[in-house]
């Protein structure tokens, strides 16, 4: 059996519109790499950080406090170090923590012989996710860790529900270099909603997993709308309705904020509307002073995967 394991932990987007926080998808070519290995000295420890400055101290890095919740329920007889090469920048809204998370589990559990399967995994995870943003919720670790769409049906007992992912699905990224933290975002958030707009979100939500199923284009640009969440948080991401407008007017099926933002997700049929959205997005943002990076990719379906 191995010792050591590179892998690719990928980013994210969460929400997906009308789905606060319980869906999500998965990014094909935005992610971290990390190396796992076993060593003879017992517990967790972070011994390499590239990309950003993040703590070393295992319970104050979300990659360590969901491993040392794997660890303290495996009891292995030995200790593994884990190398994080941070690609995501933190507070992007398309996962970062998430792929910390998921990525030391993951790495671990194939080091072990994987003992646990994807929802356990799913559930070691929460608990660093929740490190960063406060709450315990896995709309970014279950399509990280499953690939493609996933619904998480209930946290407590953990469930989650694999979702279709139609053939042609692109994703168009936007990512203004400011930062949103998640707990901030939710703080903004109402503690009640109008019953005529959770009727509508609802519904949304509905059709868009039947859209999902289904493969129907035209109702899953009916159903990518948000009435309860995007109203307040679109407040905190400059320039947030000129892009949403200037991607729909170029093909997009829909937009909306990834996670708590700041970044966007736009979703299109085919590669070509696909980069006709990257370029009028691009448009918005090169005339505002913000720097931004922009990446268009395929759905993907596979989820976090070994690299060697």
Not at 19 to 45: A, P, Q
């Amino acid at each position: 059996m191995k010792n050591e394991i590179k892998i690719f932990s990928p980013a994210t987007v969460a929400n997906v519109a009308c789905g606060f926080d319980v869906l999500g998808f998965c990014l094909d070519n935005i992610g971290d790499d990390m190396v796992i290995r076993k060593t003879d000295k017992k517990g967790i420890h972070i011994t390499k950080i590239e990309g950003f400055d993040l703590p070393f101290e295992a319970e104050l890095n979300v990659a360590g406090v969901s491993a040392l919740a794997m660890y303290e329920a495996a009891q292995p007889d030995c200790g593994f170090e884990i190398e994080i090469y941070k690609n995501i920048k933190p507070g992007s809204g398309i996962g970062s923590s998430a792929a910390s998370a998921v990525g030391s589990v993951f790495g671990m559990n194939e080091l072990l012989g994987r003992p646990y399967n994807k929802t356990e995994l799913t559930q070691f995870a929460i608990k660093g996710e929740a490190l960063a943003s406060k709450c315990e919720h896995a709309d970014n670790l279950a399509p990280a860790i499953f690939g493609g769409f996933t619904l998480v049906k209930s946290v407590s007992p953990l469930e989650i529900l694999e979702i279709p992912t139609p053939e042609d699905l692109y994703a168009t990224i936007i990512h203004p270099q400011i930062e949103i933290k998640t707990s901030e975002a939710r703080a903004i958030l109402p503690k009640e909603v109008a019953l005529e707009n959770a009727i509508t979100q609802w519904a949304n939500f509905g059709s868009l997993i039947h859209s999902l199923h289904t493969s129907d284009y035209d109702l899953i640009q009916k159903s990518l709308h948000d009435v309860i969440v995007e109203p307040h948080r679109s407040k905190l991401i400059p320039h947030y309705k000129e892009v949403k407008e200037a991607a729909i007017q170029h093909g997009a099926l829909g937009a909306g904020i990834s996670g708590s933002g700041p970044s966007i997700f736009t979703l299109s049929k085919g590669l070509e509307n696909a980069k006709n959205v990257k370029e009028a997005i691009n448009k918005v943002y090169s005339e505002t002073g913000i720097t931004f990076e922009t990446h268009v990719t395929k759905i993907n379906t596979e989820g976090i995967k070994i690299l060697n």
